[in-house]
């Protein structure tokens, strides 16, 4: 059976409460046991719009529903401790292919036998887990350097935008680190590829905003210093390369050229 | 000159100097004012060398008193000469930083007058960026010797990090190449910069609210292939200098013909050297390796072909095979193959079960590197994959005989 969600972490959260609920009502004496990892070997969770039906699989939609996803939060926070629960939110934020059913599998393990459990890398699931939240950890880092303000002017007041794509869904990961880093003037960071924005108000913080896109090319509302900057930003990026020592290998391999796009150094 | 001008010239004055770390201050930021620290650092770019660009590293001016070889900046060099005001360091900082192009400013810059009045200048701009502008990010500064030590003790107190370049390794090679400096001239700022912060330390410890001074401590600079020191010496002094005055980081420069100049090699620049002893460096500090080992039975010189740990690993053969599954920390970081990390998560993960070759593949260890070197329960780790002629290496002793051949 494969749970479907719509929405975000939270459609997920309900989609794990449904499979242990499941589990429970299909075996209730079992209902204390710590089985969990062979009761719910068959469910799998995927969110709906990524979901490709197989054939002979069953599938349903899980409604969204914000207590159960309340409560399940609880509970795993309490069943992974803090850090446990932290990576699992980073592994899944890093969108991979089949990771919603490896947390669920990660989940019930952790709950059967304890949180000293999610250390156990040797176990395929825990790795999958572990290695996506490494991978989003990163690439988050990587957006921390990576992300490239345009200062615009909007109705008389600057606003900073910058545009970013990434593989891994990071807004979340960044948002604290940006609000604290920049907290005196407002500023955007919009990710164009799921049309999602963190939106940053002086003295309102941050916001995550989804369905975010803007309509206009961004370059018509540049402040009259923007272009004046960015040369001498390219400037500056030029002059500062050894000339004997330029490599395209070292530079691909640190900073991959999917990232290139809204770098303002590399257009 | 205008100011796209001077950035050309002074940005390209300052790039041999290779220091571009960000890291160790965790400046908190301030409701209203830029700026913050990331104790992990963050690379903001990488240039087309494919080193990494985290802050603005610019010279106020590239005059210069100073007749040093090895660098483009010298008196008798006949290239163009500017400056910046203190307000344009501080206006390009401030907008590339608003930008989140760069992580904060690296400044240092020609000796002009004389050190004190030098350093006078930069400490303009640095406090107009700490006081007038509130700017909360990293400040990487040079501490120019000679400089007074009042003028070094108050740029301390505004910096996240002061760095004092040795350049040369010898006081011979600095007579030869650099004749205006000395080295009791260089480790003297070193120390101040050293001692002062360890008692800022001290009174942090008694007092409530103590300033600190350089947070992110004192770092330097050797240039390798400019004059005729072996690997040894080099690590040696690095060794020290991290020993004697509690240094961060010791970088490594490999050396760029810059100059036409009777007394400096003409070579490329020694890339691969300028990387081993990088490698070096990092057994120094995180390994628990000593200078003495990393050379035993060698010519004073780093092995160019293989990684310093393998050699050792090779010149060490009753030290292994290592079972995975009991040594000690400190012994699992002897294994080629096995770094920090991944050896941590060996010693957390064995504790919930007996590891296996599979198992050490998903901790994060390189198993074309170990498995030479280890045993799994008591077995060597022999791979599906490998040919006839591999798995006769990794059976037993005999097999590390073939492997110290090359050397």
């Known amino acids: 059976m494969i749970l479907l969600y719509e929405g975000g972490f939270r459609g997920f959260l309900g989609c794990v409460f449904e499979a242990f609920a499941r589990a429970s009502a299909a075996d209730p004496s079992a209902r204390n046991g710590a089985d969990w990892i062979e009761r719910l070997a068959d469910v799998g969770i995927e969110r709906r719009d990524r979901y490709i039906p197989a054939l002979f699989a069953e599938s349903t939609i899980v409604p969204h529903n914000g207590a159960r996803a309340d409560r399940t939060e609880a509970g795993l926070m309490h069943a992974l401790g803090r850090e446990g629960f932290d990576a699992a939110v980073k592994a899944y934020l890093s969108e991979r292919p089949g990771i919603d059913t490896a947390l669920l599998r990660f989940f019930a393990r952790c709950i059967d036998r304890g949180m000293g459990q999610s250390a156990r890398l040797e176990i395929p699931e825990n790795f999958a887990v572990f290695e996506a939240s490494r991978r989003s950890g990163i690439e988050a880092h990587r957006f921390m350097g990576l992300v490239r303000f345009r200062e615009l002017e909007v109705s008389g007041a600057a606003v900073y935008y910058a545009p970013i794509e990434s593989d891994c869904f990071v807004l979340p990961l960044i948002a604290r680190h940006f609000a604290d880093r920049f907290n005196d003037r407002d500023w955007v960071i919009h990710d164009a590829g799921r049309d999602a924005a963190l939106v940053y108000r002086v003295g309102s913080g941050v916001d995550l905003a989804e369905g975010f896109s803007l309509d206009l090319p961004v370059e018509g509302l540049y402040s009259g210093e923007e272009r004046l900057i960015q040369a001498y930003w390219r400037r500056y990026y030029a002059d500062i390369a050894i000339d004997e020592r330029v490599s395209r290998k070292r530079l691909t391999g640190r900073m991959p050229v999917k990232y290139w796009k809204y770098l303002v150094e590399r257009n | ?407």
């Open chain 2, 1 to 407: 000159m205008d100011l796209a001008g001077k950035l050309s010239i002074l940005a390209d004055a300052a790039k041999y100097d290779v220091s571009c770390s960000s890291s160790g201050s965790d400046r908190a930021s301030a409701p209203g004012s830029l700026g913050s620290g990331s104790v992990g650092g963050i690379c903001h770019s990488w240039a087309d060398d494919g080193r990494c660009i985290s802050l603005l590293k610019l010279l106020l001016t590239n005059s210069c008193i100073y007749d040093c070889a090895y660098c483009r900046n010298r008196r008798s060099n006949d290239i163009p000469r500017t400056s910046f005001t203190p307000d344009e360091v501080v206006d390009l900082t401030m907008q590339f930083y608003r930008r989140n192009y760069i992580e904060g400013l690296f400044l240092s810059s020609g000796i002009v007058r004389d050190p004190d009045h030098t350093m006078g200048l930069m400490l303009a701009v640095v406090e107009r960026l700490r006081v007038r502008e509130r700017f909360n990010g990293y400040i990487h500064m040079k501490a120019i010797p000679g400089a007074d030590p009042a003028t070094i003790r108050r740029a301390g107190l505004l910096v996240d990090r002061m760095s004092v370049n040795v350049e040369l390794p010898t006081e011979a090679s600095l007579k030869l190449l650099a004749p205006d400096k000395s080295r009791e001239a260089i480790f003297s700022p070193m120390a101040l910069i050293g001692n002062a912060k360890a008692e800022f330390l001290e009174d942090g410890k008694r007092l409530r609210s103590v300033p600190s001074f350089v947070p992110a401590g004192q770092s330097t600079q050797l240039v390798v292939g400019a004059t005729p020191e072996s690997d040894r010496t080099v690590l040696g002094l690095a060794s020290a200098l991290y020993r004697k005055f509690e240094l961060k980081r010791v970088y490594y420069s490999a050396y760029v013909p810059i100059n036409v100049d009777s007394r400096l090699p003409v070579c490329a620049p020694p890339e691969r050297r300028e990387n081993r002893l990088y490698q070096a460096d990092w057994l120094l500090r995180f390994y628990g390796f000593g200078v003495d080992e990393l050379f035993e039975g060698g010519d004073g010189n780093l092995v160019d072909s293989l990684d310093p740990k393998a050699v050792w690993a090779i010149r060490h053969p009753e030290f292994f095979p290592v079972e995975v599954n009991g040594a000690d920390y400190g012994v699992l970081l002897r294994v080629p193959g096995i770094g920090v990390k991944s050896a941590r998560r060996i010693v957390a993960a064995r504790k919930s079960g007996r590891l296996g070759p599979e198992d050490l593949s998903r901790l994060g260890v390189v198993m074309k590197r170990a498995r030479s070197f280890i045993l799994c329960s008591g077995r060597a780790p022999v791979s599906l994959l490998s040919d006839g002629r591999e798995s006769r290496i990794v059976r037993g002793k005999a097999g590390l005989g073939q492997l110290l051949l090359p050397l």
